[in-house]
T-cell receptor
């Protein structure tokens, strides 16, 4: 079945450091890929998405590229801020309105 | 424009009891999905409602049931609560092929 694997946390970085959170997926066909963010005590917010191979999703300085050949969708940001501290979930769905399958989440803490 | 809203925010129940959680979708959305997020884990899909019918269902027992009303709002019911049902329950709404928008969740604690 379809599944998502992402690097285990927690990840702790200093402010302005470079961030990479690895994500790989298993799915038939060409699913849509997402990164969601969950701030402490809040629900999920869509951070970015990509719907086909080689698409790059970007938002708020975060980027991820849909790599069909490596079945990956790694999240990157060039310079993290304290306000980026949150849990990040990689996810997929067959279509944008289908059920979303989430990875286990990666907790990020950014220290001043 | 209000986003997805859920009630109550927090709920405490005891084993064996029944609970009902409520969700109002984002304006213009007609599809509602429910997810269970256990502590420290990613959300797990419970089911999805469209046109007042259950369209998809995840691997959850029949103790979990739902309903969608003509105004597209939805309820999630859980019977015979177990300790393991303690989790954050998230509602998401969407329309057509657009992305799902999540609500803030209801934190259920079963004692």
């Amino acid at each position: 079945g379809n599944s998502v694997t992402q690097m285990e946390g927690p990840v702790t970085l200093s402010e302005e450091a470079f961030l990479t959170i690895n994500c790989t997926y298993t799915a038939t066909g060409y699913p849509s890929l997402f990164w969601y963010v969950q701030y402490p005590g809040e629900g999920l917010q869509l951070l970015l998405k990509a719907t086909k191979a080689d698409d790059k999703g970007s938002n708020k300085g975060f980027e991820a590229t849909y790599r069909k050949e490596t079945t990956s969708f790694h999240l990157e940001k060039g310079s993290v801020q304290v306000s980026d501290s949150a849990v990040y979930f990689c996810a997929l769905s067959k279509t944008s309105y289908d059920k979303v399958i989430f990875g286990p989440g990666t907790s990020l803490s950014v220290i001043p | 424009d209000a986003g997805v809203t859920q009630s109550p925010t927090h709920l405490i129940k005891t084993r064996g009891q029944q609970v009902t959680l409520r969700c109002s979708p984002k304006s213009g959305h007609d599809t509602v999905s429910w997810y269970q997020q256990a502590l420290g884990q990613g959300p797990q899909f419970i089911f999805q409602y469209y046109e007042e019918e259950e369209r998809q269902r995840g691997n959850f027992p029949d103790r979990f049931s739902g309903h969608q009303f003509p105004n597209y709002s939805s309820e999630l019911n859980v019977n015979a609560l177990l300790l393991g049902d303690s989790a954050l329950y998230l509602c998401a709404s969407s329309r057509d092929a657009n992305e799902q928008f999540f609500g803030p969740g209801t934190r259920l604690t079963v004692l």
